[in-house]
């Protein structure tokens, strides 16, 4: 058994920065990640970090009125002033603790243009923005001797007198079976993405996070807001920044035309992510594509600028894709890449579960309601992070650890033998988790319908049903990957049921959730959040206010 | 097509646990990478295969292992590319130069500690200002070409001097340092240099140039190590062995236009060097012997003028 004052499960962006802001108030905090923490998934954001520096004549306002309307006006708006008005300051923070921001002529951090934001404030390295903060964070982890769980994996959240204190994880390494105690556990593990096959996401993002809070009693908001990439390649679904439109790359059809002039006249192709992936599979499904796919047409940006600013993807279209981006147009197409639902939080980053906090894309505050701007995951994970740190520790210093012991753990442990133990015939997790992939991208894409969708809760019933007869055929203890892939699958099915139920719910199209048989949004009826918790016998699903300050919706045009 | 990997492995939960080879036959699609047909083996041959993985993109840096010998990502690496003399079997074994865990997993605590050793945050003792740093883009750029670095460990896998001496810092942690190093913003250059040049930093490097060749990222860690061995003469760190023997080795050739290999010993050790000048008696009295001892009187090779042009142009150019 081990204690902690503050235990953060997840090493991304949000994990770290929010071990950070413990750790400065003073409290004992370990971070715990099923991979090495510069192995996280925030790695692969791409384009940048939006800020509104006031200093430049960019008023946060402006920022926060890009967000809301990017949102489809299902964002919580008291949540997006506090994102918006913090950028600046947690961007001139990352810069001080020696993010490589690319600067502009007079030496200070530069910016570019990024989807459905009428003024550029990206701020940017090249195209790896994620992955150079990422680094840094954990040089300051480093710094800071902060313990990591290292290859850790949470099988549970711990619940007592209806409070969060610890968690139950399995070191992979030697496959014993821990309980970690703390007053306040941060939840900040990520996204879902490979709920969907193909994703941008990494094989990690397999929604641990959002299903250990919604077993533990905590419900998950938005689910159904699921945000397609507009540019991602077909051979593996890996992502092209939005970057290379916000540096000016075309989008075209197969007749070699901007088809954006058709659906986003002032905005183009840099309307918000929704729309342009709308865009792109209409032209696909009326003939205008090529192999299910259209292009990203790079080729009037010349070699320097791709090779100073777009190096990582141009690397990937190479290696991926076949294609030289300074000579040829790239085939790409809309692709599974950011859940903007999750774990319900205040701004204070508090879920309904005393004790449990989430930041970053497990959570859900909800600063992106319908439809995420491309370069606010990244403010999202700081912001929240930050303040997930500090809530947390403030709520550590006031109280004693609590008495569970190691018997805490008993359970999961026979969960784990009882699967072991399983003989003869079953199916490894393997295509259970391909078949439910499929369906979701397939049922629960750019465009839904109720009768996909109720196929697709039918077959993620089926799936369920299938999995509880999983065979796992590695018996060993040390790094069972075998073990933790079926574990995996155990949640990604909870968190894909919660998606089905959430969209079905939604009787109108919203920003990523556009149903070809409700085409219009409906303020008057579901200018609402849905909410789905785990009931006693079946998912319940509850309806809350979207908070408004000073932006009425209006109609969403680009 | 189809494809046979024989892949390295290792079970640590047998008893007198062993390394041995497995080959696997497999289909995959044309245009497939190394790491799709290992994770099809463990989703549907053998569950029990270990190895880690996860963008798929070359971002992660999970998946480094060797390949065929040498150290890439799986996840860059096609099948199809990789099949030796077209339909021979892909040997597919864990990274080189780290303890083995199971199978391709391999434990990479001595490439954190290496990197932690260089003290690899920023180090700004002045007052921070107001907004951000006020720094060139090009420094910046420079060091993008570093932070680039997805740390996944190929370098360390394949570098010859850490196969012999386990206290070199190594290609990863010494590309790390050079971060700081060339960072404008960083205010503890001389102190990082000074341990650089200790035992186990810049100049243990041999150039062999393999953490060059197997970087998926082409950091260039050892275009990084020699920028480090500059900075730190330029820095005034000119007595040890390895400074000395560079600047000896360029005085040489500027003024004979090749070594005079009589004298690059003993002046890379130093004449007054007692202890050092004895080891070095025997190795001459052999070479006496022998018939090889260079001559005492170095002569300049013809066309002495071009070789200091060279120079002055280098000169320049600084």
């Not at chain 1, 010349?302 to 090779?307: C, N, S, T, V, Y």
Request: hydrophobic share 40%.
């Amino acid at each position: 058994m081990f204690d902690h004052d503050v235990i953060i499960i997840g090493a991304g962006l949000a994990g770290m920065r929010a071990a950070m802001a413990a750790r400065e108030n003073g409290v004992d905090v370990a971070v715990i990640s099923k991979v090495h923490p510069v192995r996280s998934h925030s790695n692969a954001a791409q384009g940048g970090i939006n800020a509104a520096l006031t200093e430049r004549g960019d008023p946060w306002e402006e920022h926060a009125f890009d967000t809301i309307k990017g949102s489809d006006y299902l964002a919580d708006q008291d949540a997006v002033e506090i994102m918006c008005r913090e950028a600046g300051s947690e961007v001139i923070a990352m810069e001080h603790m020696g993010v490589i921001f690319s600067r502009d002529e007079a030496g200070r951090l530069g910016t570019r243009a990024f989807g459905g934001q009428r003024h550029a404030r990206t701020f940017f390295v090249a195209d790896f923005t994620g992955q150079a903060m990422l680094q840094v964070l954990y040089e300051q982890i480093m710094k800071a001797s902060v313990r990591v769980y290292e290859e850790w994996f949470v099988l549970s959240l711990i619940v007592e007198d209806g409070e969060c204190c610890g968690a139950v994880a399995m070191d992979i390494r030697s496959g014993e079976v821990h309980v970690i105690r703390a007053k306040a556990v941060i939840m900040a593990a990520g996204g879902l993405g490979r709920l969907f096959e193909p994703s941008t996401n990494a094989l990690i993002c397999t929604g641990d996070g959002m299903a250990l809070a919604y077993r533990a009693g905590a419900p998950l908001m938005d689910m159904e807001m699921v945000q397609y990439h507009p540019t991602t390649l077909k051979s593996n679904g890996a992502l092209m920044s939005e970057g290379a439109r916000g540096e000016g790359a075309y989008l075209i059809n197969s007749e070699g035309e901007r088809f954006m002039e058709r659906y986003a006249p002032s905005m183009m192709e840099l309307a918000s992510r929704d729309v342009v992936s709308r865009a792109e599979q209409t032209e696909i499904n009326d003939g205008r594509g090529v192999d299910g796919c259209v292009f990203l047409d790079c080729r009037h940006l010349g070699e320097k600028l791709i090779k100073e600013k777009l190096s990582q993807i141009s690397e990937l279209a190479r290696d991926f894709a076949n294609v030289d981006m300074a000579r040829e147009p790239v085939p790409i197409r809309p692709g599974m890449h950011y859940q903007m639902g999750g774990i319900k939080t205040d701004v204070q980053t508090l879920t309904p579960l005393p004790g449990l906090y989430g930041a970053g894309e497990v959570a859900c505050v909800s600063v992106h309601g319908g439809n995420r701007l491309g370069a606010n995951s990244l403010l999202d994970t700081l912001v929240f992070g930050r303040r997930g740190g500090e809530q947390a520790a403030e709520r550590a210093k006031k109280r004693p650890q609590s008495n569970i012991t190691e018997s805490a753990a008993d359970m999961e442990r026979a969960v784990i033998q009882e699967m072991l133990d399983r003989d003869g015939g079953g199916e490894m997790f393997g295509k259970i988790r391909l078949e439910l992939g499929q369906t979701m991208n397939y049922h629960l894409a750019v465009f839904r319908d109720q009768q996909g969708m109720e196929l697709a809760l039918a077959k993620t019933g089926e799936l369920r049903e299938r999995y509880s007869r999983v065979m796992v055929p590695d018996k060993g203890k040390t790094f069972n990957t075998n073990l933790i892939f079926t574990l995996e699958l155990g949640f990604m099915l909870d968190c894909a049921e919660s998606i089905v139920l959430s969209a079905l719910e939604r009787k109108e199209s919203r920003g990523a959730h556009n149903r070809t048989d409700i085409t219009d949004r409906d303020d008057n009826n579901w200018l609402k959040h849905i909410l789905v918790s785990q009931g006693l016998e079946e998912p319940a699903i509850e309806h809350s206010p979207v908070v408004i300050t000073r932006w009425e919706p209006q109609a969403r045009v680009y | 097509m189809d494809v046979t990997l024989n892949v390295k492995r290792f079970d640590p939960d047998v008893d007198q646990p062993a390394p041995y080879y497995q080959e696997y036959s497999l289909e995959v699609e044309d245009s497939s990478t190394v790491l799709d047909g290992l994770i099809k083996i463990r989703e549907e041959i053998d569950g029990t295969l270990a190895l880690r993985c996860s963008c798929r993109s070359a971002i992660c840096g999970s998946c480094a292992m060797r390949i065929n010998g040498q150290a890439r990502l799986a996840c860059n690496t096609k099948v199809a590319d990789a099949v030796p003399n077209g339909n021979g079997a892909i040997v597919v074994e864990p990274p080189g130069n780290m303890p083995v865990v199971k199978d391709l997993v391999v434990d990479f605590k001595p490439f954190w500690d290496k990197i932690r050793a260089v003290e690899p945050w920023l180090q700004h003792m002045g007052t921070k200002p107001q907004h951000e740093h006020i720094v060139t883009n090009e420094s910046m750029l420079d060091l993008a070409g570093v932070m680039d670095c997805i740390m996944c460990g190929a370098c360390v896998s394949d570098c010859t001097v850490l196969e012999v001496d386990s206290n070199f810092l190594g290609p990863a942690a010494l590309a790390k340092a050079y971060r700081f190093v060339a960072d404008p913003r960083d205010s503890e250059h001389g102190w990082r240099l000074g341990e650089l040049n200790e035992y186990g930093g810049v100049w243990d490097c041999t150039r062999c140039m393999q953490c060059v060749e197997v970087c998926p990222k082409d950091v260039d860690p050892m275009g990084r190590i020699m920028a480090l061995r500059d900075k730190a003469m330029e820095a005034g760190y000119n007595r040890t062995y390895g400074a000395r023997h560079a600047a000896a080795f360029t005085k040489h050739v500027e003024h004979s236009g090749r070594v005079d290999e009589l004298r690059l010993p003993i002046e890379s050790k130093g004449i007054f060097n007692i202890v050092e000048m004895l080891k070095l008696a025997p190795v001459g009295i052999r070479a006496l012997l022998r018939g090889k001892m260079p001559p005492i009187i170095h002569k300049s090779n013809p066309g002495m003028d071009h070789v200091r042009r060279i120079f002055e142009k280098a000169e320049k150019r600084r």
